[in-house]
C-alpha cells in the first residue's frame, strides 16, 4: 500500500500568500487580513470533520482571489 504524501498546511498558506503578493493590487495589510480570513475558515472546516488538504482547497475557493 502506498503512503500518501503529507500535506504540510502551513506551507501552501505561504506558497498562497507569495502568489497573492505578486499582485500589485494588494497591500501588505489587506494579505495579512486575507491570511487571517483564510485560517479562520480552514480550522472551521477541519473543525467539522474536513482533512487539512480538502479544508485549504474550499478556503481558498471561498476567500475568492
Do not use: C, Y
Request: aromatic share 4%; hydrophobic share 45%.
Amino acid at each position: 500500500m502506498e503512503n500518501p504524501t503529507q500535506f504540510e498546511l502551513n506551507g501552501h498558506i505561504l506558497a498562497w500568500r507569495e502568489k497573492l503578493g505578486q499582485s500589485a493590487a494588494l497591500t501588505g495589510e489587506e494579505l495579512e487580513e486575507l491570511e487571517a480570513h483564510l485560517r479562520d475558515s480552514i480550522a472551521s472546516l477541519q473543525s467539522r470533520g474536513l482533512a487539512a488538504t480538502e479544508a485549504f482547497l474550499v478556503a481558498t475557493q471561498r476567500v475568492g482571489i
